[in-house]
């Protein structure tokens, strides 16, 4: 019986992670969600943040943060595209919100990356039972 019920709750855990969805298939974030870093600049490159489907955490918008600005927020299986001069950037995201969403937030996971003139990265944000949210460079 203990063995079943392990079973059950380890089914239901892996459930609630998400699953990645590659860029062709994401959706835009509105532009009322889109906080900083769309307007073109010459020889700039680009840095695309696209958050995983799934339940966990669904209910509240992952914020995305560049260099610990507010830039986006995003709901599941959607993305942002950020506009940005060749340099070092980190990239960061936390869920945000009230109500339910209280309880989970979390603090702000980054990653650190440097970005060449006319290039483009892609980033992933996700929630696992175990880990919470997190943010890593994808090649989806």
Same mark, same amino acid.
């Given at each position: 019986?203990? *063995?079943?019920?392990?079973? +059950?709750?380890?089914?239901?855990?892996?459930?609630?992670?998400? /699953? %990645?969805?590659?860029? /062709?298939?994401?959706?835009?974030?509105? %532009?009322?969600?889109?906080?900083?870093?769309?307007?073109?600049?010459? $020889?700039?490159?680009?840095? =695309? +943040?696209?958050?995983?489907?799934?339940?966990?955490?669904?209910?509240?918008?992952?914020? +995305?943060? *560049?260099? $610990?600005?507010?830039?986006?927020?995003?709901? &599941?299986?959607?993305?942002? =595209?950020? *506009?940005? %001069? %060749?340099?070092?950037?980190?990239?960061?995201?936390?869920?945000?919100?009230?109500?339910?969403?209280?309880?989970?937030?979390?603090?702000?996971?980054?990653?650190?990356?440097?970005?060449?003139? $006319?290039?483009?990265?892609?980033?992933?944000?996700?929630?696992?039972?175990?880990?919470?949210?997190?943010?890593? &460079? =994808?090649?989806?």
């Amino acid at each position: 019986m203990r *063995i079943l019920i392990g079973a +059950v709750a380890l089914v239901m855990l892996a459930g609630c992670a998400t /699953s %990645p969805v590659p860029s /062709s298939q994401a959706v835009k974030a509105p %532009p009322d969600r889109l906080l900083a870093h769309q307007s073109e600049l010459p $020889g700039a490159g680009r840095i =695309t +943040v696209i958050r995983d489907s799934g339940m966990l955490g669904s209910g509240c918008y992952a914020t +995305v943060f *560049i260099n $610990g600005e507010r830039a986006a927020k995003l709901d &599941p299986k959607e993305k942002a =595209t950020f *506009i940005l %001069p %060749p340099g070092e950037w980190v990239v960061g995201a936390a869920l945000e919100g009230a109500g339910l969403c209280g309880p989970l937030n979390e603090k702000r996971t980054e990653t650190e990356t440097l970005l060449k003139q $006319g290039q483009e990265k892609f980033f992933r944000v996700f929630s696992a039972p175990d880990a919470g949210l997190d943010v890593r &460079p =994808t090649s989806l």
